[in-house]
């Protein structure tokens, strides 16, 4: 037997020891690692590169997990990316690191090519994406996080101007479980069909002229997008919930607007709520 496996053989395991302070972590693993990936679309399949954060529940009795786990589980992991395999991904997480909870987030750059509205010239559009993953007890919830940046025109300057209205780049961020596929391209489409006017990344004038008026013509508060956005998610049967954000990064002031809904609405207590008697006025006695 060589010196070098004996020495291997002979290592301590010292994330395995015990530690006396019994404090348990709710997550513990890697961030910001960097692997090339290749993910499904609509239609194909595209290359980009991932930007992973992995974690595991850790009981207090463990002084450590093996971090270099993680960056193993990793690598094998070489084949296309859909749902169902970042699953698998989850689910070997928990397993390799014998964790009853586990997490993986995966941000990476999605392109998806448009075409001008008037003039029909194609060019690719940036999306930022994320898959939220986390696996407790054998039961795991999958989300999708898009960044949609768009157009919004403000009601209020239009209609208080002579003329002209100010407008702005919002950025909308829908991140969705669903019960069944959506695809990062109907996300997208949610978003930009409820803005003030798409973004594109090459206009030609007869396009600007289009886009232009386009958002004068479609004003939206940033409650407006929000709203419509998440109205246009209730109404999708496959979507179980969603968390809707919108940032309107203004032209005329030095700070943003921003707004969130969390959904889909309980309507059931909701409608319990509206059921229920309201508070009784007490009147004083002798008015």
Not at 132 to 149: E, F, H, K, M, Y
Not at 209 to 214: H, L, P
Not at 254 to 266: D, F, R, T, V
């Amino acid at each position: 037997m060589s010196a070098a496996l004996t020495s291997i053989q002979d290592t301590h395991d010292v994330q395995a020891s015990p530690d006396l302070r019994r404090i348990p972590i709710n997550k513990v693993g890697v961030k910001g690692i960097r692997h090339p990936v290749l993910v499904k679309d609509r239609s194909s399949a595209q290359h980009t590169v991932g930007d992973f954060n992995m974690y595991v529940s850790l009981p207090q009795d463990f002084k450590g997990t093996h971090m270099s786990r993680f960056v193993e589980i990793l690598s094998g992991n070489e084949h296309a990316l859909s749902v169902e395999s970042f699953r698998g991904m989850l689910f070997e997480v928990a397993s390799r690191l014998g964790a009853e909870t586990g997490y993986i987030e995966m941000k990476f750059p999605y392109f998806v090519e448009k075409r001008a509205p008037v003039t029909g010239v194609a060019s690719l559009m940036d999306y930022e994406v994320t898959f939220l993953g986390r696996v407790s007890d054998g039961v795991d919830s999958l989300s999708t996080r898009v960044l949609v940046p768009a157009t919004s025109l403000c009601p209020c300057s239009k209609k208080i101007s002579a003329y002209g209205a100010h407008n702005q780049r919002a950025h909308i961020t829908l991140t969705v479980e669903s019960r069944e596929t959506i695809w990062i391209e109907e996300l997208i489409d949610i978003a930009e069909q409820q803005a003030s006017s798409q973004l594109y990344g090459v206009l030609k004038r007869p396009d600007e002229k289009f886009v232009t008026e386009q958002a004068y013509d479609n004003p939206k508060f940033v409650e407006d997008l929000a709203r419509d956005v998440a109205q246009a998610l209730n109404s999708d049967p496959r979507v179980i919930s969603y968390t809707v954000e919108v940032e309107n990064f203004e032209s005329i002031h030095n700070h943003s607007a921003y707004a969130l809904i969390e959904g889909p609405p309980k309507v059931e207590e909701e409608a319990e709520e509206a059921s229920r008697p309201g508070p009784t006025t007490q009147v004083p006695p002798g008015l």
